[in-house]
């Protein structure tokens, strides 16, 4: 097995295809061909399966080349170290709920290693995405929350999929509104107050059960709904149309500016919310960095 195998394995995962893996790292289409057949062939492992419409990852391959993007990364380190810069473009990805301080997390850790060149991913999807990312090795780690209503769910997926949690901070439920909603000045709402209000939620696809709800008492019924996939999208809805969404009320004035504000709301229930990681995996550099970066922002 050789470095250069691996640099061509996951440009090609990153890309989609070999046309394009070829075209950016300047090597011809034969040549990433054979070596990753000859990878293939030496591990003892299928990392893509073939068609006339390009290449998509097998699942043992997503795998393999989670652990690959780990030895590249030590590699980084080292010529860093030895000869004094980077060769390696960096990588680093980060699967997540829709949370604005990861948004401020990931934005101090690009700030702290700026250079040259890098590659950094940042994820807001689904739930069950978020898991599936973490456990393939697509992303280093995930952030979703846990609560009573979901935990014993979640956990019993994290153990299936060689996962862990570990807390970041517990919340009370809050909701967001808009700064010019008539409940916005409340010093706390319930449900009662909010149920002319249209509800807004993050849409979880075929995976949308209350147990992968970004919103805690998703079981409730509303007369009003609308689901979204964009952080974005909600905001604006929430300010167009003096809805509300549930969640960890914590938001950045930065990011979001002044429109939206958050307001606890009058119920006995928590939110905690916290990391997700592979067992007995190590955080690289960047990795570690984003944990405290997310830490100075809760």
Known sequence: MKLQQLIYAVKVAECGNITEASRRLFVSQPSITASI??????????????????????????????????????????????????????????????????????VDVIRQFDAARYDFTLREEQTHEIIEDVSHMKSELGILYLSSRNREVIEKMLRQNELEFAPLFRAEPHVFLSSSHPLADCSSVTLDDLQDYPYLSYEQGDYNSFYFSEEILSTLDR????????????????????????????????????????????????????????????????????????????
Do not use: W
């Open 37 to 106: 057949r000859e990878l293939e062939a030496e591990m003892g492992v299928t990392i893509f399966e073939r068609s006339n419409k390009g290449v998509v990852v097998t699942e043992e391959g997503e795998t393999f080349l989670g652990y690959a993007r780990q030895v590249l990364e030590q590699v980084d380190l080292l010529e860093e170290r030895y000869c004094g810069e980077a060769r390696q473009v960096p990588h680093f990805s980060v699967s997540c709920q829709h949370y604005s301080f990861a948004v401020n997390a990931f």
């Open 223 to 298: 007369a009003k709904n609308i689901r979204v996939r964009d952080r974005a999208t909600l905001f604006n809805l929430v300010i167009g149309l003096d809805g509300y969404t549930v969640c960890s009320g914590v938001i950045s004035a930065e990011l979001n500016g002044e429109g939206i504000v958050a307001v606890p709301l009058d119920v006995d229930e928590y939110m905690e919310i916290g990391i997700i990681t592979r067992k007995n995996s190590q955080l690289t550099r960047y990795g570690e960095t984003y944990v405290e970066a997310l830490r100075r922002h809760i």
